[in-house]
Every structure is written in C-alpha cells, then in structure tokens.
C-alpha cells in the first residue's frame, strides 16, 4: 500500500495557537517548538508504525473565519483554549474533527469545531516527497480583549425531564461533510420558552428549521428575571443529526 492510501497520526501538538480578540477579532498565529522537534505520529491501524514528515502541514489563513468567535461566550467574557484531533487529507482538506479537550465551555468547543470544519492545510509531505494523511493536534486559543466589557451573566437552566442528551434530530438530509453532532444554545424567556438561540457547528437552514421544530416543543423551566437584568437564562443541548 502507497504512503497515499495510509492514515496517519501526529501526536505532535500543533504549531500555531489561534489568538482571537472581541474589538480586532485579529489571529496571531505562534511557533512553539517542542524540544529539538515535532514528535511525529503513527498509523491509527498499526501503533507501532511510524513515519518522518519532509514538510508538516501549515494552515492557510485564508481558508479561515479569523474574526470569529462565538456570540454568547463573547457576550458573557468567556474565553479558553480548546484543543482538536484533526485529520487533514492528502489535499490539504480537513476531513474529520476527534478528540476535543474542552475548554470547560461548551460553547467554545463546539465554536472551535465550527472554525476548523472548512480549514485547509498544505499537505504534508513524507521523505520521499509522497503526500500522506495525517492527524494533528490543533489548538484554538478564544481570547477577549482586555477592554471588551462583559455585558451578560448566564444562568444555565435544568433541561425538562423528558429531553434525553443526545437529542435525536430526523433531518431532510445529511451530506458527507454535514456535522452529524452539534450544540444548540438557546436563551430561555421568563415563560419558559426559547427566545433566541445558535447552532455550533453550523447547519443548513432546512437542517436548522428541523431542529427548531423539536426544540419549541420543550418546556424549559427558568429561573424569573428582572428585565432590567444582565443574567440570562440558557439551555445547551446536545444535539445528534440522523437521515429523516
């Protein structure tokens, strides 16, 4: 079998941290070296197998949203730093996202995802200049500006009794590079119901409406707010995406 037909893993972490600020939104992409060298990694079939890399895959900027950042974790000054398994193709193409370690919110989490899902790399390349697939560790670091001011609290509601996690969503269709796994944050209203609310990652709007569907069915329980209050309540839901 050819180096282009073998999956490979990089137990490397990554060489860039992505640096986002709320006002400039701006990536600053940082070397870090480890020791003399990245550690590169091993075949997910054969553990012991491993491979030198002539060139590692380096992120294409462009290929990027680098002014993003999820809206309510914004809102709320969340910030933190969320580390992704990627397998990125001979093409450069990021084609499956494992692994996450979280960064203790949800909503950064499933918003690294989001990033990375149409992120395209230069392949990396074997010594015998042979293109190969390969896995990396990725890390996204979600960062505020000093001077962006926290506009909201959150409190996170109890689901209703009946709302199994993950919540199975039939949808009208799923494409190979759908997500099949997303976040559903939504921002309850004194009487329960959801008011507004994000999906992460990012869906289609026939996908969207469907899970909306489900959603407004639920009864959620919040605690009464003043309107003149920072706090918001919300509720995040697991969502699983299936073929209707």
């Known amino acids: 079998m050819s180096l282009d037909h073998k999956v490979m893993r990089a137990s490397f972490v ?34 012991d197998e491993f491979i030198d890399l002539a060139n590692e895959p380096h992120l294409i900027p462009s290929s990027i949203d680098s002014q993003y950042y999820p809206a309510l974790a914004a809102a709320a000054g969340i910030e933190g730093l ?34 990375l899902r149409g992120a395209k790399f230069t392949p990396a390349i074997a010594l015998k200049d042979t293109k190969v697939k390969i896995w990396v560790t990725y890390p996204i670091n979600f960062k505020l500006d000093k001077l962006t001011p926290k506009t909201i609290d959150l409190y996170e509601v109890k689901l209703p009794k009946e709302m199994k996690q993950p919540l199975i969503v039939k949808v009208p269709y799923l494409e190979k590079h759908d997500p099949y ?21 990012s869906v289609t709007i026939e996908q969207e409406e ?6 407004n069915q639920y009864q959620f ?17 697991k969502i699983k995406l299936e073929m209707n």
């Open 82 to 115: 969320v580390r992704l398994d990627i397998l990125i193709d001979t093409t450069g193409t990021v084609v499956k996202i494992e692994n996450v370690n979280s960064s203790g919110s949800l909503l950064l989490d499933y918003g690294a995802i989001d990033m």
């Open 210 to 215: 469907a899970i909306n569907a489900i959603l």
């Open 14 to 47: 990554f060489q860039y941290i992505l640096h986002i600020s709320m006002k400039s939104l701006t990536v600053a992409m940082l070397l870090c070296l480890l020791g003399a060298g990245p550690l590169f990694g091993q075949q997910k079939e054969k553990a």
């Open 221 to 237: 329980a919040p605690v009464k707010l003043s309107k003149r209050t920072s706090v918001k309540n919300v509720a995040f839901i």
């Open 181 to 201: 796994d997303v976040l559903a944050s939504m921002i309850i209203g004194n009487d329960g119901k959801i008011i507004d609310g994000s999906i992460l990652p």
